[in-house]
Nanobody, 128 residues
Framework: QLQLVESGGGLVQSGGSLRLSCRAS????????IGWFRQAPGKEREGVSC????????KDADSVKGRFTISRDDAKNTVYLQMSVLKPEDTAVYYC?????????????????????WGQGTQVTVSS
């Protein structure tokens, strides 16, 4: 059974840092592009960062560029999201998602059927 489990969320003060982890079980992550998405109360789910299967291509939303870094460790079947200089507007439930692809440099920040495996999410709360 394909499963993704996020961890690392919590409460942090504005300007602080957190590292989220997304661990896969039931499948090898190295054939999948991985994306991080977030959803704040009353808002639509949005793409934050994504990384291709090769790790050679990453994309970040404009709102997090220069502050968030996505990386992957396929040996550990885990993708990370390092978040720095956190702002109250980063408060949301963060989800990771996996999309199977043969294109080594593909990933997308759009919420689409490409992302067919989702985790349960982890809450990130940034206080001002």
């Amino acid at each position: 059974q394909l499963q993704l489990v996020e961890s690392g969320g919590g409460l942090v003060q504005s300007g602080g840092s957190l590292r989220l982890s997304c661990r896969a079980s039931g499948f090898r992550m190295d054939a999948y592009a991985i994306g991080w998405f977030r959803q704040a109360p009353g808002k639509e789910r949005e793409g934050v960062s994504c990384i291709s299967t090769s790790g050679g291509s990453t994309k970040d939303a404009d709102s997090v560029k220069g502050r968030f870094t996505i990386s992957r460790d396929d040996a550990k079947n885990t993708v990370y999201l390092q978040m720095s200089v956190l702002k109250p507007e980063d408060t949301a439930v963060y989800y990771c998602a996996a999309g199977l692809t043969l294109e080594g440099n593909y990933c997308s920040l759009f919420v689409s059927p490409f992302w067919n495996t989702w985790g349960q999410g982890t809450q990130v709360t940034v206080s001002s």
